[in-house]
């Protein structure tokens, strides 16, 4: 199971940092992802990183503004997201994949994902 967390209203400019805690033995054998939901829109990939961290993927507008990592020894993963924009409010998933790489973009390659938690910017 995924839980994420640490969503939350921030000023257009301001930083967030978003966790999504695993349970389970397998958390170090996923790809690891984050998509965001808006009002209205379906849902979209923001980043992916491998197994061991050493490869990150990143949808074109959130590059140089949002980091994705993760520490196989505390099961989990992060979103660090600054310079937010008011473009970036959304509802905001992690989930886990059994790969390839060359899916991640792709929400139908997750098989596991967590609730979900609101992140709202303020212009």
């Known amino acids: 199971q995924l839980q994420a967390s640490g969503g939350g209203l921030v000023q257009a400019g301001g930083s967030l940092r978003l966790s999504c805690a695993a349970s389970g033995r397998t958390f170090s054998t996923n790809f690891m992802g984050w998509f965001r939901q808006a009002p209205g829109k379906e849902r979209a990939f923001v980043a992916a990183i491998n197994r061991s961290g050493g490869s990150r993927y990143y949808e074109d507008s959130v590059k140089g503004r949002i980091t994705i990592s993760r520490d196989n020894a505390k099961n989990a993963v992060y979103l660090q997201m600054n310079n937010v924009k008011p473009e970036d409010t959304a509802v905001y998933y992690c989930?886990?994949?059994?790969?390839?790489?060359?899916?991640?973009?792709?929400?139908?390659?997750?098989?596991?994902w967590g609730q979900g938690t609101l992140v709202t910017v303020s212009s």
């Open positions: 989930a886990a994949s059994p790969g390839p790489e060359s899916r991640l973009p792709q929400a139908g390659a997750y098989g596991v």
